[in-house]
């Protein structure tokens, strides 16, 4: 079968499995079903879960005067409540619904916050308590609700008339009663995974029967064992993914010693597991690298959440599960992708950058991915998500993966990966003295024949970074006579690192601190180009790349080196 009829068939499966899915969670939420949402009103909550998110009292204030920001988006309401405004911004919308702004009712600590806090609640149950629709029940937005209400109750319910409380335990046990009936239809990933939290959380929050106590602990642990690898990463291979669940399941694990109940061993072992697998993503300076839908980072969010890493110690080098490879010596940072794509129900992020790499030193970043832009527009996301946006090699301008991106399947799939490399076969290469790998993936074999293959290496303490890229025949040997396919080896910069030509020619990159790599490619000229960052805090930013060119049928192997040195006359910046 040839690749694109096997990703048609792949992508035809996966649709009418989400249609199938829809379908009965339409009537799962319809009139039939809905009778079974109502029920008992639980007389109290019995504990508050903790929030490690960050919060912010100034935030509380801006929502108190009218003004939403949420996801990326600051939204006025003008005096109404702004459920009552007409948003198209589905992002901000869900972060409305969700709730987790209570976290900056509770950080401001006042009546007036208090206050506040509860009149939101109350509106949102006189509009959308009952009417079980749109994007305020969605699965996902109504897992997050059930999560910030439980976590946040304390300041909801803080000088609560009665009648206030028993419509808002009536409204939380409805939504959990719906939770537990859609959790099934949930699609693969997260959201399903948090779906499972947010009814631990309830059982451990609520008063009910150990029953359902012991059913909502045994659901989160089959789905713990699903979706949290070996190597603690997360099968969709997104970092950030890693830091949302921990940032639900710490919590969970502190509410179930609270309560005095024990943990399940899937939930102990995965957060075990976990930890250092955040510590494996992370730049000396905090942030996380830039793969497979990972954007921007706020370290302080990192910060919070390895605060309960007791197992110390230096990062692990091998994510061998997740396909990630680490090099770390004398203050320099290599990471590497070195996986093949996540399966296609959790892909929707996953993004073509099969044996790319990030680099930095110190705290500053020098060779990175371009990353996405998290609240940004959706246009931009297919190009954050191709092999030309990674530090990698691209053959005949090409993704070394394929995705879905048809408008009439967008609504229900997404934008999934649905082709890539099959096969990415690693091996370290470490020795005294050095860190290293050698990978090659197969992305390109069906369409031209030809396979990447990456090697390199860390050495002199972290000084010199060592490459070679060879494009080789699917036999195995060199492709110089397969043809005269177009080969283009790139390494983004950070858009902070300032890039120039010093007197020999060479490529000087400089961070702000002035730690200074020079960059240079015996094989092939290197040459500057435009590109665009999409990572950074305030969104997309302009920044450059360096190229390497050539003819898979002239050139069968480049090699580059990165070599750190202090002492550099500068004489002009090139342009791309």
């Not at 959440?305 to 320099?332: F, K, V």
Request: positive net charge.
């Amino acid at each position: 079968m040839s690749i694109a009829a096997d990703n048609t068939t792949r992508l035809w499966a996966l649709v009418a499995r989400e249609f199938w899915r829809k379908t009965r969670r339409r009537l799962r939420a319809g009139p039939i079903y809905r009778w079974r949402y109502s029920g008992r009103t639980p007389e109290r909550v019995l504990i508050a879960p903790p929030d490690l998110r960050l919060a912010d009292p100034q935030i509380a204030l801006e929502i108190y005067y009218g003004r939403f920001p949420l996801s990326g988006h600051l939204v006025e309401t003008g005096g109404q409540s702004p459920f009552l405004v007409e948003v198209p911004n589905r992002g901000w919308q869900r972060s409305l619904h969700g709730f987790r702004w209570l976290r900056h009712m509770r950080a401001a600590g006042t009546e007036l916050a208090a206050a506040n806090a509860r009149a939101l609640v109350s509106d949102w149950i006189a509009m959308h308590g009952n009417r079980i629709a749109g994007v305020a029940w969605e699965p996902a937005t109504t897992a997050k609700r059930i999560i910030a209400w439980l976590q946040h109750s304390s300041v909801v319910l803080q000088g609560a008339e009665f009648a206030f409380y028993r419509a808002f335990l009536r409204s939380l046990a409805m939504q959990i009663r719906y939770l537990r009936s859609m959790a099934r239809e949930m699609p693969d990933g997260k959201d399903r995974l948090r779906a499972r939290v947010a009814l631990a959380f309830a059982a451990l929050s609520l008063p009910v029967p150990s029953t359902a106590l012991r059913s909502a602990t045994r659901n989160l642990a089959d789905e713990l064992d699903r979706q949290i690898l070996p190597d603690g990463g997360h099968v969709s291979r997104n970092p950030m993914v890693v830091l949302e669940i921990l940032a639900d399941l710490l919590p969970l694990r502190h509410t179930y010693a609270n309560q005095a109940e024990q943990p399940p061993a899937a939930l102990i072992h995965a957060v075990d597991r976990m930890l250092p697998a955040l510590r494996f993503f992370r730049h000396q300076d905090g942030s996380l690298a830039r793969f497979n839908g990972m954007g921007a980072t706020i370290q302080d969010r990192i910060a919070a959440i390895l605060r309960h890493d007791d197992t110390g110690g230096s990062p692990p080098l091998h994510a061998t599960h997740s396909g990630y490879e680490r090099l770390s010596m004398g203050g320099t940072t290599v990471i590497a992708d070195t996986g093949t794509p996540p399966p296609v129900e959790v892909s929707n992020h996953a993004h073509a950058g099969c044996l790319s790499f990030e680099m930095s030193s110190g705290r500053q970043h020098y060779i990175v991915n371009a990353g996405i832009d998290t609240y940004g527009v959706a246009d931009f996301r297919p190009l954050a998500r191709a092999t030309a946006a990674h530090s990698t090699v691209t053959i005949n301008d090409t993704s070394s993966a394929s995705f879905a991106h048809s408008q009439r399947l967008s609504d229900l799939l997404g934008s999934p990966l649905v082709g890539g490399p099959r096969s990415v076969p690693c091996q370290r290469t470490d020795k005294a003295g050095m860190q290293g790998f050698i990978a090659s993936h197969d992305g390109y074999a069906q369409r031209f024949g030809l396979h990447h293959e990456r090697e390199i290496s860390l050495s002199a303490g972290g000084s010199i970074l060592s490459g070679c890229d060879r494009i080789l025949r699917s036999g195995g040997s060199q492709s110089r006579r397969n043809g005269p396919e177009a080969v283009v080896v790139r390494f983004h910069v950070h858009p902070d690192v300032q890039l120039f030509r010093d007197q020999k020619e060479r490529l000087v990159l400089t961070g702000p601190d002035l730690d200074t790599w020079v960059f240079v490619s015996p094989d092939v000229p290197a040459d500057v180009e435009e590109s665009i960052f999409f990572a950074g805090l305030a969104g997309p930013r302009r920044s450059r790349q360096i190229v390497l060119s050539f003819r898979a049928s002239e050139i069968s192997e480049v090699h580059w080196q990165f070599s750190r040195t202090r002492i550099i006359s500068r004489v002009d910046s090139p342009r791309g």
